[in-house]
């Protein structure tokens, strides 16, 4: 069974600059998750799915970061315009059971 | 808001060392889990700890979840180079909210 898929791996940009990610879960799990870890840090959330609905984006920044899951099954994370703070690994996960998350590789991002 | 804090931060240890790592809160989770992560990949689950007291062993990992289900601890004998990475532990709130809290984490490194 394929794992969660992340693309690109790594991304280089300069500050002000728009960056976007895309995930594609695990065949038949209805949520998705999005999350931002800091170097050295636990991954904190900033989107949750269910199917194709938002149930919770209270820590996602929404002056600048917008999200999207259309079809109710891939997702984008989207960055517009980029800061030097928004640096840090972009982490999506899925989920079949509540308890149960994968995660995939991540995206790392550096905001120059 | 519910924490969880990680100690110790960093660990250097030899090869065949034991080892523990404590996770700790102020707060009531429902459950709580142990991931692994590795340098460039995401975090991947160890074990999940529901009941109050519970201990589960994972070959040289044992997991402990506090009786009162405010804390929990890692600890492994006989470390081994490959057990080096990241330590993540992550609680489910007590509220039910399907939101995932994770510690800093832990990094372990096992020198041969």
């Known amino acids: 069974e394929a794992g969660v898929v992340q693309s690109p791996r790594y991304k280089i940009i300069e500050k002000k600059q728009p960056v976007a990610f895309w995930c594609n879960p695990i065949?038949?799990?209805?949520?998705l998750y999005w999350y931002r870890q800091n170097l050295g840090q636990g991954p904190e959330l900033l989107i949750r799915y269910e199917n194709e609905e938002a149930v919770d984006d209270s820590q996602l920044p929404k002056d600048r970061f917008s999200a999207e899951r259309l079809k109710g099954v891939d997702s984008t994370l989207k960055i517009q315009p980029a800061e030097l703070g928004d640096s840090a690994v972009y982490l999506c996960a899925s989920s079949l059971v509540l308890n149960e998350q994968f995660f995939g590789p991540g995206t790392r991002l550096t905001v120059l | 808001t519910q924490l969880l804090e990680q100690s110790p931060q960093f660990l250097s240890i030899q090869e065949g060392e034991n080892l523990t790592v404590y996770c700790n809160s102020s707060?009531?989770?429902?459950?709580l889990q142990w991931y692994r992560q590795e340098p460039g990949e995401g975090p991947v689950l160890l074990v999940t700890v529901v009941t109050g007291g519970e201990v589960k062993k994972l070959k040289r990992l044992t997991f402990q979840f506090g009786d009162a289900r405010k804390d929990s601890s890692l600890h492994i004998t006989a470390a081994q180079p490959g057990d080096t990475g990241l330590y993540l532990c992550a609680g489910w709130g007590s509220s039910n909210t399907g939101k995932l809290i994770f510690g800093q984490g832990t990094t372990l490194q096992v020198k041969p």
């Open positions: 065949s038949g799990h209805n949520t």
């Open positions: 707060s009531v989770f429902s459950s």
